[in-house]
Structures are given as structure tokens and as C-alpha cells.
């Protein structure tokens, strides 16, 4: 590898793009494109370093695999910080067994590391963990061990698993800053702010407070009796019943959980589970069913008794009964969650993260536009979506190794 390569692959691993940028931007050989194209895609032009990573896998040789897999990791973790969520994964698992089979540990290392943060984004924890479980990363560059443990991080949070996550974070803190990259130790920065962000709001005795990750955790680890509007079940001590496809029934739960420990009008009922403001005696014989389904789903958990107005939920073995929700609610919340993270998504990409269809995600969009909470540009199959932007730091690719040759 001559001097300007091994230069501006030293300027990338430091996160300096634009010094990179000045040693080869003139160069059209292999080893430049493939630099070139990470340079530009930390500097944010996705379309154009993809552009140009394609042209590098293309130059580089039949002999030279080891450089045309790491063109595909880094068009991978292009299609993952661009949110194309769509890009094929058997593509970034063929280019890690090729790096492995050629004893290039820290970018086979990293193609795991990206194929789990894309499991953790579109909810497949379980996949995630055993993902990350494969491999270890004491022995890799500073970069690649923070990143790895933001993965861990990540998933500790979406567990709950609240000491998991600050441990994982003190690591990728102290990894970071061994890196030297700004923009990596803005990413722990912004990962630390989640955990100090309410992640709840606890609904008990006609009074509401958010809380913080740790205090869920530990209410959810308690005797307490918590109907979870953030998941949509009802949490015993040693029990969870999922009411997540039964609308109707959770929405009599929560009705009842908030009122606690006093009853609820017949009518207040009415109107939260069926929506509807108007009550007849029909809708008074198909609250009598649905609450009778409900005592059926809890009967480990908890009683419904009926009073002179109305239905009151009892405990059973918990000593009160409470609601957890979300911060804010309100129609399309999940769809902007995924949205704050800052990043530009397509609606095949959320419609991916959030297990619905594209056109149900679309109307959605649409609706939210309507409102100034979301904005999009580019047009057809190129449009993205993001929430309007707000101060703060960018995210900027990480490789852990220069792409050219060794």
C-alpha cells in the first residue's frame, strides 16, 4: 500500500474525513474509490459513497476478496446508518465469512457488531444477543469495542436491565475516548442521555410522575400489580398476561388500574373500550361479556368485582395495583420514536421496525406532515423521512480498519 493510502486510511480510522479526502480525491484506483467512498459517507452523502464503493468492489481484482468484502461491510453500515433496513443481510454475512476465512478478525468482528445493531433496531433482541455472543472484543481497536458495547447498551435498555446498561456505557465512555473520535464519544454522550431520560409515566391514586429507567425497573421487579400500557400486558410478580391483541380488554384493564382502588362507572367504561359516546342497553350486555372475558384472562392476577355503578379490578396477591404508560401518548408515538433518533428513514425501513405495512406507515407519515411533526424529501423509492432538525451531534461511520489492502 503506498503512502497516501496508508495516510488516508489512518486520517478515516481517526475520524478525520476531509483529511482523507485530500490525499486521494484525485485517484480513481481501487484503493481510492473504497477510501473515498468512506470518506464521503462519514460526511453524510450516503448516495455517493455507496456510488463509489460499488466502483471499488468492481475494480479490485478476483484475488483481492479480502478488499471487495470490506467494500460490502462498509456499504452495510451505510444501509444502516441511511436506515435502509431493506439491504440484504446475506450479503454482509457472506462478506464477514470471507473476512474471517482470511484471518481479518476486526472487520469480520465488525460485520457482526453491524448485523446486530439492524437486529436490535428492528426489535429481534434475541437474535441480537446471540449475535454479539459470538464473538469477544477485548482484544479489538477502541472504536470497535465501543461500538460493541453501545450494542450492549442498547439491548440492557430495551431489557431493562438498567446496571447492564450503565456498566456497558462506562466501558464504551473509556473506549471512546481511547479512540479519540469526536463523534463516537458524542454517541455515548447522546446513549447516556437516553438513560437519564423518563422512560414512563406512573399512573396511581389519581396522580401521575414519570420515571426514570432505573425506577421501572425496579417497580416491575416488585409486588406491585402493573397494568403496562408501554406493551400493552399485565405484570404480576411471577406472572405477565399479554393483552396485546385483545384492544378491548386492555383498554377495560387500564380503565380499571387507574382507578384503583375505586370503582368505574358503567358508562366511563363504555366510552374508553368501545369508543363511543352513546350507551344503550346493548352496549351495557357486551361490557357484561368482555369484562367477563377480562376476569377470565387475570383470574391469577387479579378479581373484577362488580359494584353498584360499575366494575372494580381487586388484587389478589399484589399489594396496589398501578398503570405504566408511555411519556407522551398519543396516535402514531411508536412512529416517532424511531424517528427521534435523528436519522432519515424510508417507510419500508419503519414499516420493517414496527412489523406493520408500508401503506398503514405511509398514512401515518402522511398524517404526521400534515402537523409539522415529521418532514420528508427526495421523491418515489429515494424519499426519507425525519423529524425536524434540532441541535445536536451527527452520526458518523465508524470502520474499525482501513478498506485498502493491508
Known amino acids: 500500500m503506498d503512502s497516501l493510502i496508508t495516510a488516508a486510511a489512518h486520517a478515516l480510522a481517526s475520524g478525520d474525513p476531509l483529511g482523507a479526502l485530500k490525499r486521494v480525491a484525485l485517484r480513481d484506483d481501487a484503493p481510492a474509490l473504497a477510501l473515498r467512498g468512506i470518506a464521503m459517507a462519514q460526511l453524510g452523502e450516503f448516495d455517493r459513497s455507496k456510488l463509489l464503493l460499488r466502483s471499488a468492489a468492481r475494480a479490485f481484482g478476483p484475488k483481492e476478496a479480502v478488499a471487495r468484502a470490506r467494500c460490502v461491510v462498509a456499504e452495510a453500515e451505510i444501509a444502516l446508518v441511511s436506515r435502509d433496513l431493506g439491504w440484504p443481510v446475506k450479503a454482509l454475512d457472506i462478506a464477514r465469512v470471507t473476512l474471517e476465512e482470511h484471518g481479518d478478525r476486526v472487520n469480520a468482528a465488525h460485520a457482526r457488531n453491524l448485523k446486530a445493531r439492524r437486529l436490535l433496531l428492528i426489535g429481534r433482541l434475541d437474535e441480537a444477543e446471540r449475535t454479539l455472543a459470538e464473538f469477544d472484543p477485548t482484544h479489538f481497536p477502541p472504536a470497535l469495542r465501543a461500538a460493541h458495547e453501545l450494542v450492549v447498551t442498547g439491548l440492557a435498555i430495551r431489557r431493562l436491565r438498567t446496571k447492564t446498561a450503565r456498566a456497558a456505557l462506562a466501558r464504551a465512555e473509556h473506549d471512546a475516548r481511547d479512540a479519540g473520535i469526536p463523534a463516537l464519544m458524542a454517541e455515548v454522550e447522546s446513549a447516556t442521555l437516553v438513560l437519564a431520560t423518563p422512560a414512563a409515566r406512573l399512573i396511581a391514586h389519581d396522580e401521575e410522575r414519570l420515571l426514570p429507567l432505573e425506577e421501572v425497573e425496579t417497580l416491575l421487579a416488585s409486588k406491585t400489580l402493573v397494568v403496562d400500557a408501554c406493551r400493552h400486558v399485565v405484570r404480576g410478580a411471577s406472572l405477565t398476561v399479554s393483552l396485546a391483541t385483545r384492544p378491548v380488554l386492555f383498554a377495560l384493564a387500564r380503565t380499571l388500574g387507574e382507578a384503583w382502588p375505586k370503582d368505574v362507572a358503567r358508562d366511563t367504561l363504555i366510552a374508553r373500550a368501545f369508543r363511543t359516546t352513546f350507551s344503550d342497553e346493548s352496549h351495557r350486555a357486551r361490557l357484561r361479556v368482555e369484562i367477563g372475558r377480562l376476569r377470565a384472562e387475570l383470574r391469577m392476577l387479579a378479581g373484577v368485582s362488580a359494584t353498584r355503578r360499575g366494575f372494580k379490578l381487586v388484587a389478589l396477591n399484589a399489594r ?55 418532514q420528508s424529501f427526495g421523491r418515489g423509492r429515494a424519499r426519507r423521512w425525519l423529524t425536524p432538525p434540532v441541535p445536536g451531534f451527527p452520526t458518523t461511520l465508524l470502520l474499525p480498519a482501513p478498506l485498502a489492502g493491508d
Do not use: M
Open 320 to 374: 396496589e395495583i398501578v398503570v405504566l404508560a408511555p411519556p407522551v401518548e398519543e396516535r402514531h408515538a411508536a412512529l416517532l420514536a424511531l424517528l427521534a433518533d435523528g436519522e432519515s428513514w424510508s417507510s419500508s425501513a419503519l414499516a420493517l421496525a414496527l412489523g406493520t405495512s408500508q401503506r398503514t406507515v405511509q398514512r401515518a407519515l402522511d398524517s404526521l406532515a400534515a402537523t409539522g411533526k415529521v
